[in-house]
């Protein structure tokens, strides 16, 4: 830029003082700018109205120093423009909007002639095209301008780091030493297309080829610069574009490598996929992702690589969590100054990285990894859900249908309990009902005696197999049955094949195409009347509710068993009397013995809705407060009530009691005598029965059971059958009143108990048990005096 100084520069005179003094102030007052006489000392001599306007006064200037006015107008400034012209002293005013005046000086002898030219138009100019000139050499992006001949016609600082050439290497250069031809016709192209106004900006994508001979992906960003005089210029910024294109290269590796993750179907198969993809495609120095283990409550490191300390998978616990701890529970991301990263994944984890250099592409990339990972967590956990619901679907499924399988073959089952009018043909009926089914290959029965478990009936295909194992109670590896014949406990085994050789009576089993089995105890009122074992053709799951259905089919059986048992021994012309002693020291007769440390006599005995027992007791020389404060003291015992003067007692225990559950087996009670933890009774059973067998089921449900006497006898039950045909027309509740009523004196005379205290007994009405009493002596008359 020409500065407008330079034209109105005058020559000067050689001899200054050709111009007076007079027509120096007749001078200033016709000039346009500011102008003025000076003496030596600077002060004003004369000075037109421009001066003074510029000053920002309202008087004269006359006879006040320019320098107190101007003081950038210094004596030694002012004199180094009089020994120097053209180097003029720049002044700006305080005005507003402020001015900048230019000074020049001539001496005429000893006066100063004193110009003033504003240059503000200029100034600002001039400051704008630094503050451009600035900003271009600050700015990272590098800036340039063509002429129309695509010539270099300047250039700032970032572009000589671009090329590695220096800006007098550049400036007056064909642009063709940075780009090949064919940018060069491309830039033509895009910049008529800017001229004819089609676009306002273009942007061009290449290769620019620096001083070393490298070339460097650039994208540039060019329009065209109007000109007042001459053809317009090409302005354009430059910038590398390395760093983008490998971004972008590998933020596409990246998403290739998240598109994989829907492959993955565990989620440690997420976790180490991730973990590759921060190492391999981020090139981190490490990463692991820790899974959160909800059922143990532990965070552990599924997938990890280059992280030091994790590559054990061993879970986090205590102290050690630390930070990783922290973050899953807060849901926050965390960041330490040597470069880890912390960052939550939901309800699944956190995800830690660590990069040697981080910056904000990596982070940018990590985050978008940590979301993928937390998506196909999701995912992953969403199909585990719905793979583990159709399962459950499919086994609820598979056990209805095994249920109803059963409940079909237990149909039958019932329906031949129903039929079997003796013990071998219940246990016959039962065996031959369950091999009827499609997946029941083998069922047998078998009775449990001192050396192991003998079998009674059998059914199905594979009878051999009894005789291929063995099953006494003494071998630990027997089958199941006698596992049950143990522990009296049900046993199942879902699919025999499992552990073949460990156990020979599973390998026996398989030979013949069994591949499931379950025992089931036979057993009532703590007496065993059995074991059932059904074996099946195929694994099967016995669970809630088979198991159960399976146990109530073993009471089923075992309560069919021992009523025909029952029918038998009360149905014979003759019996066998036994005269047994038998240890009761926490019976309620033991206790209630012990405590009142007397004997104690019991004259009768009533099972009551299957485990309570109704006892008629004689307890001799002991008043009844005694008799209820001893009771007080016994177990189980829910009552004792007076039931004549002369010691006599009713009871109520509420647990199975010894002669209780003899009764229930077929026993009929003669004297009972309790002492000294001792019970001695005598028992009258059927002459058919089996007394040792008697002798060890006893034994099953209490101890110290000896046999001291066995007498043979007429059976006192049987008499035509009236008790058997009165016991079969009588409900239970009836025969319990009636012979509640009979032991307790109510038939006597003088009566010993009244229907009122029968009916407190039995806690009942009075007028229910009259009712049930009437309707048992009616239907006893009649068994006798009817044909």
């Not at 002991?622 to 003067?645: G, L, P, Y």
Request: hydrophobic letters at 40%.
């Amino acid at each position: 830029m020409e500065h407008p100084s330079e034209e109105r520069r005058v020559n000067r005179a050689a001899d200054v003082s050709a111009v007076p003094l007079t027509l120096l102030t007749l001078l200033i007052p016709r000039l346009a700018e500011p102008a003025a006489v000076l003496d030596e000392s600077a002060t004003v001599v004369a000075a037109n109205e421009a001066l003074s306007t510029l000053a920002g006064g309202d008087g004269e200037l006359v006879d006040e120093s320019l320098t107190a006015v101007f003081p950038a107008l210094t004596g030694d400034a002012i004199e180094r423009n009089i020994e120097r012209p053209g180097e003029y002293v720049t002044v700006r005013t305080g005005d507003e909007p402020e001015r900048w005046v230019e000074f020049g000086f001539d001496r005429h002898g000893a006066y100063v002639l004193c110009v003033g030219h504003d240059v503000t138009g200029y100034r600002a100019k001039e400051h704008r095209l630094e503050e451009h000139e600035r900003v271009l050499d600050t700015i990272h992006d590098a800036v340039y301008t063509l002429d129309h001949e695509a010539t270099i016609r300047s250039v700032n600082g970032a572009v000589e780091t671009l090329t590695g050439y220096d800006a007098e290497e550049l400036v007056g250069a064909d642009v063709s030493l940075l780009v090949d031809e064919a940018t060069v016709e491309r830039g033509q192209e895009l910049t008529r297309a800017l001229r004819d106004g089609e676009r306002d900006v273009a942007t061009l994508s290449s290769e620019l080829t620096t001083a070393d001979g490298e070339t460097v992906p650039i994208e540039t960003q060019f329009a065209t610069a109007p000109r007042e005089n001459g053809p317009d210029r090409h302005v354009g910024v430059v910038r590398d574009i390395a760093d983008r294109q490998a971004f972008a290269e590998t933020l596409a590796s990246v998403q290739r490598a998240t598109r994989e993750l829907l492959y993955a179907e565990t989620s440690e198969a997420v976790a180490e996929h991730i973990v590759g993809t921060a190492t391999e495609v981020l090139s981190l120095s490490g990463a692991t992702l820790y899974l959160f283990d909800a059922r143990r409550n532990v965070l552990w490191p599924a997938g990890a690589a280059g992280v030091a300390g994790t590559d054990e998978r061993q879970a986090l616990c205590g102290e050690d969590e630390g930070v990783v701890r922290d973050v899953f529970l807060e849901g926050t991301e965390r960041s330490v100054d040597s470069g880890d990263r912390y960052q939550p994944l939901g309800d699944h984890g956190v995800f830690h990285t660590v990069a040697a250099e981080p910056d904000d592409r990596t982070h940018e990339l990590v985050e978008l990894l940590a979301r993928s990972a937390r998506a196909a967590l999701e995912r992953v956990g969403r199909e585990a859900t719905l793979r583990e619901r159709e399962a459950t679907h499919r086994r609820q499924a598979e056990r209805v249908a095994e249920l109803e399988r059963v409940l079909a073959v237990l149909r039958r089952t019932t329906r031949s309990l129903v039929d079997a009018d003796s013990v071998e043909a219940v246990e016959q009926g039962v065996c031959a009902a369950l091999t009827e089914s499609d997946w029941v290959s083998f069922a047998w029965i078998g009775r449990v005696d001192a050396d192991g478990v003998d079998p009674r009936t059998w059914a199905g295909r594979g009878s051999n197999y009894l005789e291929a194992v063995s099953l006494s109670t003494a071998d630990p590896d027997g089958p199941p049955a006698v596992r049950t014949a143990r522990s009296n406990e049900l046993t199942t085994v879902d699919a025999i094949a499992e552990d073949i050789r460990e156990q020979r009576w599973r390998t026996a089993a398989i030979a013949r195409d069994f591949q499931a089995v379950i025992s089931v105890p036979l057993r009532v009122d703590g007496v065993s009347y059995g074991v059932l074992s059904v074996y099946a053709n195929r694994p099967v799951e016995f669970r809630e509710p088979l198991t159960s259905v399976f146990a109530d089919l073993g009471d089923s059986v075992a309560n069919a068993v021992r009523e025909h048992e029952l029918r038998t021994r009360y149905a014979s012309d003759s019996a066998v009397e036994l005269s047994l002693t038998i240890a009761v020291p926490d019976s309620p007769l033991g206790r209630l013995a012990a405590v009142l440390d007397t004997t104690v006599h019991g004259e009768a005995v009533i099972p009551v809705d299957g485990t309570a027992t109704r006892l008629f007791l004689h307890v001799p020389d002991t008043d009844a407060e005694t008799v209820a404060d001893a009771v007080t003291t016994v177990q189980h015992v829910d009552s004792v009530v007076t039931v004549a003067d002369d010691d006599r007692y009713e009871l109520l225990a509420r647990e199975p009691t010894v002669v209780g559950r003899l009764m229930r087996h077929g026993a009929r009670l003669g004297e009972v005598r309790v002492a000294d933890d001792e019970m001695e009774l005598t028992v009258v059973l059927a002459a058919e029965t089996d007394v040792r067998t008697f002798i060890d089921q006893t034994a099953e449900f209490c101890e110290g059971v000896q046999l001291t006497a066995r007498r043979e006898r007429p059976s006192p039950t049987h008499r035509g059958g009236v008790r058997d045909s009165l016991e079969a027309q009588l409900t239970d509740r009836q025969l319990e009143v009636l012979r509640t009523a009979y032991s307790s004196g109510f038939f006597e005379w003088p009566r010993t108990t009244t229907g009122e205290g029968v009916a407190e007994m039995l806690d009942v009405s009075q007028p229910t048990v009259n009712r049930h009493l009437r309707v048992s002596q009616r239907k006893l008359l009649e068994l006798v005096f009817d044909d």
